[in-house]
């Protein structure tokens, strides 16, 4: 299995207040991503990293912001979260070239 | 733009019998791959099978093969002798060489359940 871990795995907070999660990964691939995953939409990219410092955003990027300082490790802040942002979050990395991208188990967030 | 179509929110298979889900996917890129993965009601997800746009075999992994006609924009997922363990959520998805970071793309999911 990829090495790949995300903290926490579950997390209830409340609106406004910030959020970050944490992805990690021991596989020295290159690319790293965020997704959400909600009812009906499959998972959609919220914001990528192609290498320490580099980042963009995915097509639900408002509201999210991201940080890679080391090849290891990728974060997602929620500055202020709301309730839209509820939703089961994957982190994700992937090798050089079209290759099979490998998931982290996942973390529940709850916005109350 | 990439795009990811699953039309089937849901399908039933009898054990032991085999099933397809269905996938279209829509690229202007020539170099691109197309995933799919199951998700248990675990959460977690699974790679499962892989097929490049290069590719001019259809891509077998034990009892799921891809069936990919490119001129269709078709990559559906057979999977044969269908097992209770099937019972999941299944994602087409694609990644094409001129997106950035080969970002991956993802259809809004079948889900699959297998009745003894």
């Known amino acids: 299995d990829a090495g790949i871990t995300q903290s926490p795995r579950h997390k209830v907070t409340e609106t406004g207040t910030p959020v970050t999660l944490r992805c990690h990964q021991t596989e020295n691939h290159r690319y790293m991503y965020w997704y959400r995953q909600d009812p009906g939409h499959g998972l959609r990219l919220i914001h990528y990293s192609y290498g320490v410092k580099d980042t963009d955003k995915g097509e639900v990027s408002d509201g999210y912001s991201v940080s890679r300082s080391k090849t290891e490790d990728f974060l997602l802040t929620l500055e202020s979260a709301t309730s839209s942002q509820t939703s089961v979050y994957f982190c994700?990395?992937?090798?050089?070239?079209?290759?099979?991208?490998?998931f982290g188990q996942g973390t529940r967030l709850t916005v109350v | 733009a990439q795009k990811i179509t699953q039309t089937q929110p849901g399908m039933f298979v009898q054990e032991k019998e085999a099933v397809t889900l269905d996938c279209t996917y829509d690229t202007s890129d020539q170099s691109y791959g197309l995933f799919w993965y199951k998700q248990p009601s675990s959460g977690e997800m699974i790679f499962l099978i892989y097929q490049g746009s290069y590719d001019e075999q259809n891509a077998t992994e034990g009892r799921y093969s891809l069936n990919f006609q490119k001129a269709r924009k078709s990559a559906n997922l057979v999977i044969s002798a269908s097992q209770l363990g099937d019972s999941a959520m299944y994602f087409c998805a694609m990644r094409a060489r001129q997106t950035g970071a080969n970002n991956l793309f993802f259809g809004t999911g079948t889900r699959l359940t297998v009745i003894p």
């Open positions: 994700a990395i992937s090798g050089q070239g079209i290759t099979e991208a490998f």
